[in-house]
């Protein structure tokens, strides 16, 4: 949790702050009006519990409660790495190709979670994924949310999305990681039916809000096991932390790449054990 705290960038936390206060004078208010009607009182309440609930499992990666564990996936640990780097919403010609580079050059290996439509658009950043080593897994067709659309819907999709990006890449693909790490109900089910397994993260570091990349490197370096960890018996797989060699639909490049490839070069010589 510590860690987590201090990845995660202080306007986040006031949102989140400001999120839940809101949330429980809104409760507090409805009880007071409803006082004196006690079973009223107890089914609202519960209601927005449930409610409540189930909208932070959809909207949080790392609550995986309720998800069979055949339909979640851990990445590989690579030899010798303190933490598992990925990247989501790629490729994109002028920010993958750096990201590779850097990782070539320290010999680190990663995981990347692609968008179909950019995938096709660069071919050859797929296939260069794969022949330095690299994970590729399915980001989606496109960035579009699960919210709002029906089991079928996301399978069909999905099931398309997994075509494309096998024959793009000539092997069989089973790792996903929804847009977000947003789930829900129908989204499961889809990917129960596709035979998918989802991976999710354990650190975002809030690249995409675009931090300079001092800052960046602070919170990449804020995930790494200290040293009381790392003498533990069995300690790995290190956690999961999650960058962005692309934002969204956007097939340019985004705003946050430069800090980021930068915060990168400077993060990738503290990986190797």
Same mark, same amino acid.
């Given at each position: @949790? ?7 960038? *202080?306007?986040?936390?006031?949102? !989140? ?11 507090? *208010? ?16 519960? #209601? @927005? ?20 564990? &055949?339909? #979640? /996936? &851990?990445?590989?640990?690579? /030899?010798?790495? #303190? !933490? ?15 990201? %590779?580079?850097?990782?070539? &050059? ?6 990347? +979670? ?14 260069? @994924? ?7 897994? %399915? ?7 699960? +919210? +709002?659309? /029906? ?5 069909? /999709?999905?099931? %398309? ?40 993260? $354990?650190?975002?570091?809030? =690249?995409? =809000?675009?931090?300079?990349? $001092? ?15 790392? =003498? ?13 060699? *692309?934002?969204? $639909? $956007? ?8 800090? @980021? ?5 400077? +993060? ?6």
């Amino acid at each position: @949790m510590k860690r987590a705290l201090a990845v995660v960038p *202080g306007p986040v936390k006031l949102r !989140v702050v400001r999120i839940i206060g809101l949330a429980l004078v809104g409760l507090v *208010g409805l009880v007071w009006l409803l006082r004196a009607l006690p079973l009223v009182q107890l089914g609202l309440g519960a #209601l @927005m519990l449930g409610l409540g609930g189930y909208i932070g499992w959809c909207r949080w990666p790392r609550w995986r409660l309720g998800i069979a564990q &055949e339909l #979640l /996936s &851990e990445l590989p640990q690579p /030899s010798g790495q #303190l !933490v598992r780097l990925t990247f989501d919403d790629g490729p994109t010609l002028g920010v993958t190709d750096r990201v %590779l580079d850097a990782l070539r &050059e320290h010999g680190v290996q990663a995981s990347f +979670f692609v968008l179909v439509k950019k995938a096709a658009a660069q071919p050859a950043l797929v296939k260069r @994924m794969l022949a330095e080593g690299h994970i590729v897994g %399915l980001h989606g067709q496109d960035h579009r949310l699960p +919210f +709002f659309r /029906s089991a079928d819907e996301l399978k069909g /999709s999905l099931g %398309l999305a997994r075509q494309a990006l096998e024959a793009l890449c000539g092997q069989p693909i089973s790792l996903y990681r929804p847009s977000h790490g947003s789930k829900n109900v129908a989204l499961v089910r889809a990917v129960s039916r596709l035979g998918l397994r989802l991976c999710f993260w $354990d650190y975002g570091v809030w =690249d995409t =809000d675009a931090p300079p990349a $001092d800052v960046l490197l602070t919170r990449l370096t804020a995930t790494l096991p200290n040293q009381a960890e790392r =003498d533990k018996p069995g300690h790995l797989p290190g956690p999961v932390v999650l960058l962005h060699d *692309g934002l969204g $639909d $956007d097939p340019g490049i985004p705003a946050h790449a430069e800090p @980021m490839v930068a915060a990168l070069r400077s +993060f990738l010589p503290l990986l190797r054990a």
